[in-house]
Nanobody
Framework: QVQLVESGGGLVQAGGSLRLSCTAS????????MGWYRQAPGKQRELVAA???????NYADSVRDRFTISRDNAKNTVHLQMNSLKPEDTAVYFC??????????????WGQGTQVTVSS
C-alpha cells in the first residue's frame, strides 16, 4: 500500500558528501516517523537518523554533527545529507517510514536499500 523510491547513493571519497532521498507514495493520509538505517557487511542493521512529523530528530552518535535528516511533509519525502563521509560509513542505507494508510492503521515500510561506498 505504500511504495518507497530511494535515490542518491553512490561512491564517494572520504571527506565527501552525498544526499539520500526517499519518497513515499500510495494511499497515504500522513507519515509519522521517517528515518534511515544502514547495514554494513557482517553487521546488524542500525539506526542512522530519524525524524518525526513535528521535526524532532534522533541521530546515531557516530553520525551526529556530520549527517542531517530533514523532511518535506507535503511530499512525504525524507532526506539525509551526509557530509564528511568516512570509510566506516560504507553500507547499504535503507529508508524506513511509518505512514497512516487509513483512519486507524499505521503501516511501517522499508525501502529496498541504496549502496553508499566511501573510499579512503
Amino acid at each position: 500500500q505504500v511504495q518507497l523510491v530511494e535515490s542518491g547513493g553512490g561512491l564517494v571519497q572520504a571527506g565527501g558528501s552525498l544526499r539520500l532521498s526517499c519518497t513515499a507514495s500510495g494511499r497515504i493520509f500522513s507519515c509519522d516517523a521517517m528515518g534511515w538505517y544502514r547495514q554494513a557487511p557482517g553487521k546488524q542493521r542500525e539506526l542512522v537518523a530519524a525524524i518525526t512529523s513535528g521535526g524532532s530528530t534522533n541521530y546515531a552518535d557516530s553520525v551526529r554533527d556530520r549527517f542531517t535528516i530533514s523532511r518535506d511533509n507535503a511530499k512525504n519525502t525524507v532526506h539525509l545529507q551526509m557530509n564528511s563521509l568516512k570509510p566506516e560509513d560504507t553500507a547499504v542505507y535503507f529508508c524506513n517510514v511509518n505512514c497512516l494508510v487509513s483512519t486507524e492503521i499505521t503501516l511501517e515500510t522499508w525501502g529496498q536499500g541504496t549502496q553508499v561506498t566511501v573510499s579512503s
